[in-house]
């Protein structure tokens, strides 16, 4: 599968190959790395380039180490773990605000909600059906659904059918839980489970633009009602 390679820094063309391999195809999420050994034969390297081309694209996030006797190197699974954590970085270093999240859910989710409206099959719209259900049960007896908030986003977004929405809107929901007040009123509740049971109602009527619309008003409402509660947390 790979060839032998030939310069100062022959961890980086290993690095390179392997990036490449996952790429287009030739390796896929789950697949297991040849071992060890096999690589230094492989790519005629010693076995310190190897292992450093190994950890580096274990810092980029494409492969998984896993120990024990069925163990090795993996090709993970893409998500928006790397993503949501620079994202998190950001926030514990003070430099991302309710204020900044607001703006950006505002420019990218309207159209995600569109998109949903046009493209969800029956299966999508039961799962937000669920979900929506799911909240308002649990909004009943106190208990927080802020899991079920942003489950309910992502649902949307995987319902738009276009993965770079579904990576963004990933992140961005893990953020908001971070920063989001775990403890809101009665009233918020409501107003949140309102929304939501607006914007599938749009979406399982196949009406884009009403999906658009009522998405743009949830989000408004949502960061008032966040606002207040950014300015009275501890900084960073």
């Known amino acids: 599968m790979f060839t032998s390679v030939r310069t100062p820094r022959v961890y980086e063309h290993i690095v390179e190959q392997i990036e490449s391999a996952i790429f287009d195809g030739r390796l896929r999420s789950g ?10 034969r492989q790519f005629s390297a010693s076995r310190v380039a190897v ?3 190994l950890r580096t694209l274990e810092h980029r996030g494409l492969i998984d180490v896993r120990h024990g006797s069925s163990g090795g190197h993996f090709v993970r699974d893409m998500d928006a773990g790397l993503l949501r954590r620079d994202f998190t970085t950001l926030l514990r270093l003070g430099r991302i605000s309710m204020a900044h999240l607001g703006e950006a859910r505002l420019g990218i989710e309207p159209e995600v909600a569109r998109l949903a409206a046009e493209r969800a099959t029956d299966v999508d719209v039961k799962k937000l059906r669920e ?7 649990v909004a009943v007896t106190g208990q927080s659904a802020r899991a079920l908030d942003t489950g309910f986003h992502r649902l949307i977004a995987a319902a738009a059918k276009n993965p770079v929405h579904a990576l963004l809107i990933d992140a961005l929901m893990g953020l908001e839980a971070e920063v989001a007040a775990p403890a809101m009123s009665d009233d918020d509740h409501a107003h949140i489970g309102a929304a939501h049971e607006t914007i599938l109602a749009a979406i399982a009527g196949r009406r884009p633009e009403d999906a658009r619309a009522a998405m743009v008003a949830h989000i408004v409402d949502l960061g008032r009602r966040l606002r207040p509660l950014e300015h009275a947390a501890p900084g960073p």
Request: glycine share 4%; aromatic share 0%.
């Open 131 to 137: 979900v929506v259900d799911q909240r308002g049960a």
């Open 31 to 40: 697949d297991r790395l040849p071992p060890e050994r096999e690589l230094v």
């Open 51 to 53: 292992r450093e081309a």
